[in-house]
């Protein structure tokens, strides 16, 4: 699938139906933009429903707790 944009003087840009609706990307949602060397790649940011059973062999839970709570801060 290719899809043409255009960047705004602000530096916008819309993102095409089809994608948002495909990787469920609505008002509100949390992008992160990566640079890949060769282009912008735009990921879903992890919420705190992204981490649920997650990382139990790889943190303690005062760690998970700590992860958690940044992750909740930043979901208001």
Do not use: C, H, W
Not at 2 to 26: F, S, W
Not at 29 to 58: E, H, M, N, Q
């Amino acid at each position: 699938m290719t899809n043409e944009v255009k960047v705004t003087r602000k530096g916008q840009t819309t993102i095409p139906a089809p994608l948002r609706e495909r990787y469920g990307i609505e008002e509100g949602t949390r992008l992160v933009v990566l640079d890949t060397g060769d282009g912008i790649l735009f990921r879903r940011a992890r919420s705190t429903a992204d981490l649920a059973g997650s990382g139990s062999s790889k943190a303690t839970p005062k760690e998970m707790k700590r992860l958690l709570d940044k992750l909740r801060a930043e979901d208001l």
